[in-house]
């Protein structure tokens, strides 16, 4: 399995509060990604890296920003939570963009009460 | 949006038997692959075709590619309990990666 680390597995907090979740590869891959999956939804792109303090916005990035100051590591942060960023997060990875396949963490539950 | 569609949602089949799973999407692609999901787990790359294929094998798996009609199907033959997981098409344009919604598969012993 690629070494793709995502940290903490499982967070639950409260409405307002801001929340990091960290990705950590082991891979010296160029791309990073983050994804949220809900039920009915799939995954969803949230933003993504094509290097270091590269980033881009995806599909549903209202509510989070991103930062990568190292090739290894991507973090997201929910500056306040709501109830609506309650979900599945998935970290990605690639060597290269689109053509690659992607290798995944194994997620972050988070839940916003 | 051009997300996938996966059809169908859910689909039970006895262990042996053959799954067939399909792929559709609205705007031109580069690239579609099949991924698979264990219950709490991330997604596991499984097969890549691209534009200009149109059908690929690897392993029990087998991947058609119509891109006249936007559709992709994912057939697993020989279904084994393990084949237990939900399963993902997702397209490439550019340098992003969209995924459809998923097919739950459910083996039966």
Known sequence: DAGITQSPRHKVTET???????CHQTENHRYMYW???DPGHGLRLIHYSYGVKDTDKGE???????????????LLTLESATSSQTSVYFCAISDRAGMAPQHFGDGT????? | SQQGEEDPQALSIQEGENATMN??????INNLQWYRQNSGRGLVHLILIRSNEREKHSGRLRVTLDTSKKSSSLLIT?????????????????DKII???GTRLHILP
């Open chain 1, 35 to 37: 994804y949220r999956q």
């Open chain 2, 99 to 101: 995924f459809g919604k």
């Open chain 1, 60 to 74: 549903v990035s209202d509510g989070y920003s991103v930062s990568r100051s190292k090739t290894e590591d991507f």
């Open chain 2, 23 to 28: 792929c559709s999407y609205k705007t031109s």
């Open chain 1, 16 to 22: 307002g509060t801001p929340v990091t979740l960290r």
């Open chain 1, 109 to 113: 539950r988070l839940s916003i009460l």
């Open chain 2, 78 to 94: 020989a279904s084994r309990a393990a084949d237990t997981a939900s399963y993902f098409c997702a397209m490439n344009r550019d």
